[in-house]
């Protein structure tokens, strides 16, 4: 079966410009995750959507950063004004449900963002 | 705020050594995940971790959390080639997670 897929795989842009990355879920997953990484380091929460609405966004990092998941499955990323330090990996993940519940999370391949 | 802290950062044992990763929460937990990451790969699940002072085996493999659920380790028996890549925590406080830094771990043949 399909895992979670997320397009493009690279992305090179050039500071301040706008950038949308997309996440498709496995099939029938209530909940979805949008995680970063730097070298190094582990993901860092950004946002968790349960359903079409989004049930925690504190962790993304400033109103640069919006994430949208308008039908409840495939969620679109979108930062504005690029700056050289969001230079990262973009991980989604997603899992049949979410909360406190038991949650495994499917993580896609994630998109490499690069910040000229 | 929620803080998730591993130890030790690096491990480099010799093939068939044992391997144990520690991972500490300033917070209680709701459960507690465990992922490992091969090098230029995604994290994949390998276990959750709900109930308190529970212990789950899987061949090799043996989790722990912590009686105060602010605490787990990973413990590996008898480490192979198979096993390098980096190992992740990751506390949920009901609604999001915060993972730790990894271990990473290196095995020598």
């Known amino acids: 079966g399909a895992g979670v897929s997320q397009t493009p795989s690279n992305k090179v842009t050039e500071k301040g410009k706008y950038v949308e990355l997309r996440c498709d879920p496995i099939s029938g997953h209530t909940a979805l995750y949008w995680y970063r990484q730097s070298l190094g380091q582990g993901p860092e929460f950004l946002i968790y959507?349960?359903?079409?609405?989004?049930?925690?966004d504190s962790g993304l990092p400033n109103d640069r950063f919006f994430a949208v998941r308008p039908e409840g499955s495939v969620s679109t990323l979108k930062i504005q004004r690029t700056e050289r330090g969001d230079s990262a990996v973009y991980l989604c993940?997603?899992?049949?449900?979410?909360?406190?519940?038991?949650?495994?999370?499917?993580f896609g391949p994630g998109t490499r963002l690069t910040v000229l | 705020g929620q803080q998730v802290m591993q130890i030790p950062q690096y491990q480099h044992v010799q093939e068939g050594e044992d391997f144990t990763t520690y991972c500490n929460s300033s917070?209680?937990?709701?459960?507690i995940q465990w992922y490992k990451q091969r090098p230029g790969g995604h994290p994949v699940f390998l276990i959750q971790l709900v109930k308190s002072g529970e212990v789950k085996k899987q061949k090799r493999l043996t989790f722990q959390f912590g009686e105060a659920k602010k605490n787990s380790s990973l413990h590996i028996t008898a480490t192979q080639t198979t096993d390098v890549g980096t190992y992740f925590c990751a506390g949920n406080y009901g609604q999001n997670f915060v993972f730790g830094p990894g271990t990473r771990l290196s095995v020598l043949p």
């Open positions: 917070t209680t937990l709701s459960n």
């Open positions: 959507f349960q359903g079409t609405g989004a049930a925690d």
């Open positions: 993940a997603s899992s049949l449900v979410g909360g406190s519940t038991y949650n495994e999370q499917f």
